[in-house]
C-alpha cells in the first residue's frame, strides 16, 4: 500500500459516498473500488460493507482508519520538519470550508499562502460549516471556516472574520412570499427548513423555548445551499446566514425575511488546534497561518 490508497481509504470513510471520494481524489468510482479491493486484498480481511445504497466500516475498517490518517498526517508532518532547515512550509494543508465560505472569505488567504509559502498546496474539503470545529480536532484538516459560539471554542484557536445575522428565506413565488412582518409571529403555523446541527440550529431551538413555539418543521438538511433550494422550491421558510445571500447566486428568486435580534450574530471564522502540546514542525506551521490570518483579516 503507498500514501495515494491510505489517502483514499479515509476519503471514502470521510465521505461514505463513492462516487463523491472519487471525485475528490480524482478517480473514478470503478477505480476507487479496485482500490479498496486491493486493500482488502493485501490486508487480507474486509474494511468496508456496501449495497447499493450505502457504505459501512467493518470493525477492522475503523482500525484501519485510525492507521491510515495518522500515516497521511505524519506524511505530512514529515514534510513540514524537512523544510525547517531552509525555513519553508512544505507539503498539503487541508482546510475545511462551506462553499459559501470558499468563495467569500477563502480566496485572500488562498492567494496569500500560495504568495508567501508556495510549498504548501492547499487542500480543502466542503461541507457543512457546523462540523468544521470537529474536523479540526478530529485531525482531518489543519484549518477550519465555522460558526463560532459567543466566547469561541475552548479547545481550539478562534479568529473571526466576518459577522452576519441569521434570515429566513422562503421562494418569491411561492405560498409564503407575502407574509406580514415580524415573521417570528408566524413560525408556529408556517413551515420551517432548518439546518440539523449547529449554531443556527441551537439558536432557533433556544428561541421556541423560550417563547413556548412549537414549530411546523417542514425539513431538516445539512448546508446552508441545501437549505437554500428547498426553500426556492416553497417548502418553508428556511434559516440561513444573510451572508450567503449577499456573497452568491442563491438570492435571486428569494425573499429574505429578518430573524431578529433574538437570533443574534452568525460568527464565522477560522478555527485550528491550539500550539501547547503541538511538534516543532505544526507549532511553526500554525504560526504561520496565524500570521497570515490576523493580516488578511484583521479583528
Not at 491510515?68 to 506524511?75: D, G, L, P, S, T
Not at 450574530?265 to 491550539?274: A, P, S, W
Request: with cysteine; aromatic share 6%.
Amino acid at each position: 500500500m503507498d500514501f495515494h490508497e491510505l489517502s483514499a481509504f479515509v476519503a471514502l470513510c470521510e465521505t461514505l459516498h463513492f462516487a463523491h471520494a472519487a471525485a475528490r481524489i480524482h478517480l473514478s468510482p470503478s477505480a476507487l473500488s479496485r482500490l479498496v479491493a486491493r486493500l482488502e486484498e493485501e490486508l487480507g480481511t474486509r474494511l468496508i460493507e456496501r449495497d447499493t445504497r450505502s457504505v459501512t466500516l467493518t470493525r477492522e475498517g475503523e482500525t484501519f482508519l485510525e492507521f491510515a490518517r495518522k500515516a497521511v498526517h505524519e506524511r505530512n508532518d514529515l514534510g513540514l520538519r524537512l523544510a525547517e532547515r531552509d525555513d519553508r512550509l512544505r507539503g498539503i494543508l487541508r482546510v475545511y470550508a462551506s462553499v459559501t465560505a470558499c468563495y467569500s472569505i477563502l480566496p485572500p488567504f488562498a492567494e496569500a499562502l500560495s504568495r508567501e509559502h508556495p510549498g504548501l498546496r492547499l487542500s480543502v474539503d466542503t461541507g457543512d460549516p457546523a462540523d468544521a470545529a470537529d474536523a479540526v480536532r478530529e485531525g482531518r484538516v489543519e484549518l477550519g471556516l465555522a460558526a463560532i459560539p459567543p466566547g469561541g471554542f475552548p479547545d481550539l484557536d478562534c479568529h473571526s472574520v466576518q459577522k452576519t445575522p441569521l434570515v429566513f428565506v422562503t421562494s418569491a413565488t411561492g405560498p409564503y412570499a407575502a407574509l406580514p412582518r415580524p415573521i417570528n409571529a408566524m413560525l408556529e403555523t408556517v413551515p420551517v427548513i432548518l439546518p440539523k446541527n449547529g449554531l443556527a440550529r441551537e439558536r432557533f431551538d433556544r428561541w421556541a423555548r423560550n417563547v413556548s413555539v412549537k414549530p411546523a418543521i417542514a425539513a431538516e438538511t445539512s448546508g446552508n445551499e441545501a437549505i437554500l433550494a428547498l426553500a426556492r422550491l416553497g417548502l418553508g421558510l428556511g434559516l440561513v446566514p444573510r451572508l450567503v445571500l449577499e456573497n452568491g447566486p442563491f438570492a435571486a428568486g428569494l425573499v429574505q425575511y429578518e430573524a431578529g435580534v433574538e437570533f443574534g450574530d452568525y460568527d464565522i471564522g477560522f478555527v485550528q488546534k491550539k500550539t501547547a502540546g503541538a511538534g516543532a514542525s505544526q507549532k511553526k506551521l500554525r504560526k504561520a497561518l496565524s500570521d497570515i490570518i490576523l493580516r488578511i483579516y484583521p479583528e
